[in-house]
């Protein structure tokens, strides 16, 4: 089993940054896929980013490309996403996820296997 642990979270004005970590423990294997999705108050978790193991190089959503780098460090299997212009809607709880397997390239909720508790973001006006 891989156990994923975020920090980072907090509050911070329109304009700002913040940077989130999650570091990953346990069954860890060399080809582990990390992302990170977020879930808005009453809507559905969606995809922000995710750093593919191999060939995939990362990914992100539309609405986040440009303002958030996702970025990782193999040594210490952490993975981070660091958020920039923050906007009011971006304000959730953000998840971080990881799945095995050379070659994988999912961006969707059901095909992540592991995931993190959340840590909430809150970007007022």
């Known amino acids: 089993q891989v156990q994923l642990v975020e920090s980072g979270g907090g509050l911070v004005q329109a304009g700002g940054s913040l940077r989130l970590s999650c570091t990953a423990s346990?069954?860890?294997?060399?080809?582990?896929?990390m992302g990170w999705f977020r879930q808005a108050p009453g809507k559905e978790r969606e995809f922000v980013a995710a750093?593919?193991?191999?060939?995939?190089?990362?990914r992100y959503a539309d609405s986040v490309q440009g303002r958030f780098t996702i970025s990782r460090d193999i040594t210490k299997n952490t993975v981070y996403l660091q958020m920039s212009s923050l906007k009011p809607e971006d304000t959730a709880t953000y998840y971080c996820?990881?799945?095995?397997?050379?070659?994988?390239?999912?961006?969707?909720?059901?095909?992540?296997?592991?995931w993190g508790k959340g840590t909430l973001v809150t970007v007022s006006p």
């Open positions: 996820a990881a799945e095995e397997g050379v070659g994988f390239a999912g961006t969707r909720y059901s095909d992540y296997g592991h």
């Open positions: 750093d593919f193991w191999s060939g995939h190089g990362v």
């Open positions: 346990g069954r860890t294997r060399s080809s582990l896929t």
